[in-house]
């Protein structure tokens, strides 16, 4: 079992009637994420969003060339942020996720894209399909544990 | 990989400590106390990170929300 206590982020100006008036952060479930190239270069990233209605694990383009992942030919899929559609590719990584107690890591089929992205995002396909997840509202906290399709190890 | 260490002193870090960085990329130190590096794009900030010798691979990337970032929508706003 993997815990993510959710992280705050500022609020800029006053909060929107959603939140207390007091309000100065936002709370999200955010969860540090390593990505691992085929030749074991990799990149840490503090905060990746643990998104459900993502369709897909998706990290800035950049990364791709840095770690030395081979991207698979281009399929013409594409994400629209912010009303704009970018390029998605996608490429073979190893993903991990650990809390310090737990570490889980495994192979995945991620996408990349120009898109400015501020945070990775940890969607269905490659992440959360091989995990049952919780989100504890109250408890401000995410709980991810691994399923009978997760294809890595768990330490 | 990240560290406990890490967490632990990157939650030092108060969002007015981090506001000169808003809108950018940063790279912290491995254990979380001190900013490395910055820029506007994460290819800037591995240059960066390269012209002062720093290992990538010993840093932990993160983007310092903006006045832009005030409200995320995620998946909402994807495919």
Not at chain 1, 53 to 64: K, N, Q, S
Not at chain 2, 50 to 73: F, K, N, T, Y
């Amino acid at each position: 079992m993997l815990l993510f206590p959710y992280l705050d982020e500022p609020l800029v100006g006053p909060p929107p009637p959603s939140l207390p008036a007091a309000a100065t952060v936002r709370w999200r479930p955010l969860a540090p994420i390593t990505i691992i190239g085929p030749t074991g270069l990799a990149r840490d990233f503090a905060r990746a969003v643990l998104d459900p209605a993502a369709d897909d694990t998706v990290f800035p383009i950049d990364t791709a060339a840095r770690i030395a992942v081979r991207l698979r030919p281009d399929t013409g899929h594409r994400i629209r942020w912010r009303g704009q559609l970018h390029p998605l590719r996608f490429g073979d990584v190893e993903l991990l996720l650990t809390d310090d107690l737990t570490v889980c890591r495994w192979p995945a089929v991620v996408g990349f894209s120009p898109a400015p992205i501020r945070y990775p995002l940890l969607g269905q396909n490659g992440c959360l399909e091989f995990f049952n997840a919780r989100f504890l509202g109250v408890d401000r906290q995410a709980e991810l544990a691994i399923n009978q399709s997760f294809p890595g190890t768990e330490t | 990989m990240i560290s406990s260490d890490f967490r632990t002193n990157r939650a030092q870090f108060s969002w007015s400590e981090l506001s000169a960085y808003q809108d950018r990329w940063v790279a912290f130190s491995s254990d979380g106390r001190r900013v490395i590096a910055s820029g506007e794009t994460l290819e800037y900030l591995e240059e960066q990170l390269a012209s002062i010798g720093a290992d990538p691979q010993r840093v932990v990337l993160e983007w310092i929300a903006g006045p832009e970032d005030d409200g995320a929508h995620a998946g909402a706003e994807l495919f």
